[in-house]
């Protein structure tokens, strides 16, 4: 959820006030930018965490590229996952936004998001 809520922080600060049609069963209705590239890096980063925790085990790799496996496989799954999800809520979106934006949007709010939940959000929950 961090991570979708600093997408969403991220997108309204590069584009304010912008508008996208979500089209969902049939229905288009116009929803800020920012709320759906919120929501498509939350479920990439979901995505990203069950990656990480479900397939990065099963890959028995060196435990010398462990970490930067695990990056690399998060950062492409959110990214990924950003763009399916942007894509499925509106199949022109991803195409107007272009590929940089997204994966920027993406990756960018998961490096933030994951420093602000482990540095700030995490410590006051553990304190607790």
Not at 47 to 62: C, M, R, Y
Not at 80 to 103: C, H, I, K
């Amino acid at each position: 959820m961090t991570v979708g809520s600093t997408a969403s922080v991220i997108a309204y600060a590069m584009r304010p006030n912008t508008k996208i049609n979500l089209q969902l069963l049939g229905i288009t209705q116009q929803i800020p930018l920012a709320v759906g590239v919120g929501l498509g890096t939350f479920v990439g980063s979901y995505a990203g965490a069950l990656a990480h925790d479900f397939l990065l085990p099963g890959l028995h790799i060196s435990q010398r590229f462990q970490d930067p496996a695990a990056a690399a496989l998060s950062l492409a799954t959110v990214t990924g996952a950003n763009y399916g999800s942007l894509l499925a809520m509106n199949s022109t979106l991803p195409g107007e936004l272009g590929m940089m934006q997204v994966a920027g949007w993406a990756i960018g709010a998961e490096v933030l998001g994951s420093y602000i939940y482990d540095s700030v959000i995490n410590p006051m929950m553990v304190s607790y």
